[in-house]
Structures are given as structure tokens and as C-alpha cells.
């Protein structure tokens, strides 16, 4: 776990003209923000003072001083996100005294970055997620309805939140179990559902809808608001989260871990993850091939859980 570091404005440590330079150029010739200029200027303040400490000055910087500060950045056990971040920042400073500062080189065009960690994403196990639904169906209060046909078409879909949000009504066809999409880059994708979900839409349609409407003008949005508006993904995640404590259940519940769920749950079951790319809506197959390491999790647990213990056992 990265230990978090004490917010200490390491730029009013540190008198240097060429990062005040550079810190101007970002913002008025890059047009940084001055959330993103502060952020490059805090790391490269880091770097300065342990160049200091170390008696180097900048121009004198080579690979092994470099290693040698990322060494001391795995030392104070900073995530690999955030080293990656230093050296991104560093890189581009020292850009900046090549070109205009007639430094004779950039040494951190030669690091390589630390690759990022792959965090496998959150998700129920598919008894945690009939669980969830179960729980979710005891439910009394009027918004009852709505909020067990977005669960239920979610988990039969995988969609991402703003898919959920900007489902209309003309894209469902109830006959044929399938929905029409228009995912990232506007790429429309027709995916099947459920039974059950169909089940749980046509009477969200019949009993809520109207009276969440209201007087409103209807836009066609399946999914809305108490007040008759459509969803925004905030609104959605709070509905989601929401539901988790309305119906007592214990675990903490996000759109896209039903997403997660989802494609796990499928490819747990079989399914080919070509197939589960094009209904996840994934441009590329690495991104619906991070669901195989999930997958091998769970094949590890039921392994272990299943294997005889006493063949793991040492022979004595």
C-alpha cells in the first residue's frame, strides 16, 4: 500500500529560475491548468531536493542518479502510478532545458516507466448478485419498481452507467429480447437480455414511469429521476448504492461492478471472449481479457476448496 505523503509545497523549498521558468511555460504557453501545473511542479521540487542532498545539480543528471531516486521513491513505498507520474513530469521538464535552456540532453529519454498495475476490477459473485436482486425485490416503497428494472437489466446486459442512462424506450425490442446501443466512440452494438429483465422493465413501464413524469416532456428516456428527469451516471450510482441499503444488503455496490459481474459471471459460464467483447462493447480483446485473470481467481479458490489437503500436505 502507498504511504501517503504530507502535502508540503515542496516548490517554496526550492529557489530554482529554470523550474519557475518552466512552471510559467506550462501555464502560459501549454495553457496547463494550475491544478496540473502545481502537480509537475511539486514533483520535480522532489526531485531538485534530493539532487541537493545528493550534492548533483541538474545538468549533471544521468541514469544512475535517476535509479537512484526511484529506489528512494520505492523506499517511501509510492505506487508505481505515481512513480510513473514523477518520471513523466521530470521527462518533460528536462525537455523543456533541452530546447530552450541549452542542456545537452534529456537523461530520462533513456528511463523506461514502470508498467502500471493491473487492479482487477470489483464484482459479486453471481450468489452475491441473485442475493443483491432478491434483496432488492422485498422492496415496498414506490421507487421500488424502477430501481429493480435498472439492477435487473444491468446485470443481464453488463452495461456501462451512461449506456443505462441513455437508454430510450425505441431502442427495446421486447419481442426479440434485445436492446440497441450506442456505446464509446458512438459505436452502436445490439445486445440481447433476460427474461427477468424484460419482466422487470414492462412493469417499471406500466406502473412508474408515467407517474415519475409527471407533467414533464417526454424525451423517451426509459430510466428517471424521482423529480422526472433523466438520469445523470451520478444519479444512477446513487440509485445503485442506494438500493444496497434499502434492502439491507452488506456489501458496498457500484454501476460498474454489476458490469464486472456480469462479464464474469458469463465467461465463468463459457462463454467465448470474443463473444464478450462485442456485448461488453470493448474495442479491444485486451481490455474483456482482464475477466480471465478474475476467472482464474476463481478457479484457484475452487480448487484449493476442492483438493484433498492431505496430498499438500508434507511427507515426513
Do not use: W
Not at 526531485?47 to 537512484?68: D, G, H, P, R, T
Not at 529506489?71 to 514523477?86: A, D, G
Amino acid at each position: 500500500m502507498e504511504k501517503k505523503q504530507k502535502k508540503t509545497n515542496r516548490i517554496s523549498l526550492i529557489d530554482d529560475e529554470e523550474l519557475n521558468d518552466f512552471l510559467i511555460y506550462l501555464k502560459e504557453v501549454k495553457q496547463y491548468s494550475e491544478k496540473t501545473k502545481i502537480s509537475y511542479g511539486e514533483d520535480i521540487a522532489d526531485f531538485l531536493l534530493y539532487l541537493k542532498n545528493a550534492e548533483c545539480s541538474k545538468s549533471a543528471v544521468n541514469k544512475e542518479i535517476i535509479q537512484q531516486f526511484i529506489l528512494e521513491l520505492n523506499v517511501r513505498k509510492l505506487s508505481k502510478t505515481s512513480i510513473k507520474r514523477y518520471l513523466a513530469s521530470l521527462r518533460h521538464f528536462y525537455n523543456y532545458l533541452y530546447k530552450f535552456k541549452s542542456y545537452e540532453n534529456n537523461p530520462f529519454d533513456t528511463i523506461t516507466s514502470p508498467k502500471k498495475e493491473k487492479k482487477l476490477p470489483d464484482f459479486l459473485t453471481a450468489k452475491e448478485m441473485i442475493e443483491f436482486l432478491d434483496a432488492n425485490e422485498t422492496r415496498t416503497d414506490f421507487l421500488q419498481a424502477r430501481d429493480q428494472a435498472i439492477l435487473e437489466l444491468m446485470f443481464s446486459t453488463g452495461l456501462r452507467a451512461s449506456e443505462v442512462i441513455n437508454c430510450r424506450i425505441d431502442d427495446f425490442d421486447f419481442t426479440e429480447r434485445s436492446l440497441r446501443v450506442i456505446g464509446k466512440g458512438d459505436k452502436e452494438r445490439i445486445i440481447p437480455f433476460g427474461l427477468k429483465a424484460k419482466e422487470c422493465v414492462l412493469r417499471y413501464l406500466k406502473e412508474n414511469r408515467h407517474l415519475l413524469l409527471q407533467d414533464k416532456k417526454d424525451e423517451n428516456y426509459l430510466f428517471l429521476s424521482k423529480h422526472g428527469d433523466k438520469l445523470t451516471e451520478r444519479g444512477l450510482e446513487h440509485i445503485v448504492s442506494n438500493c444496497a441499503f434499502k434492502a439491507g444488503f452488506s456489501l458496498k455496490v457500484h454501476p460498474h461492478m454489476i458490469r464486472h459481474s456480469f462479464a464474469t459471471y458469463m465467461l465463468n459460464n463459457g462463454m467465448d471472449l470474443r463473444m464478450l467483447q462485442e456485448l461488453l462493447g470493448h474495442s479491444s480483446i485486451a481490455t474483456t481479457a482482464i475477466y480471465t485473470h478474475i476467472s482464474l481467481e476463481d478457479l484457484k479458490k475452487t480448487y484449493d476448496r476442492c483438493f484433498p489437503k492431505i496430498f499438500d500436505q508434507d511427507k515426513k
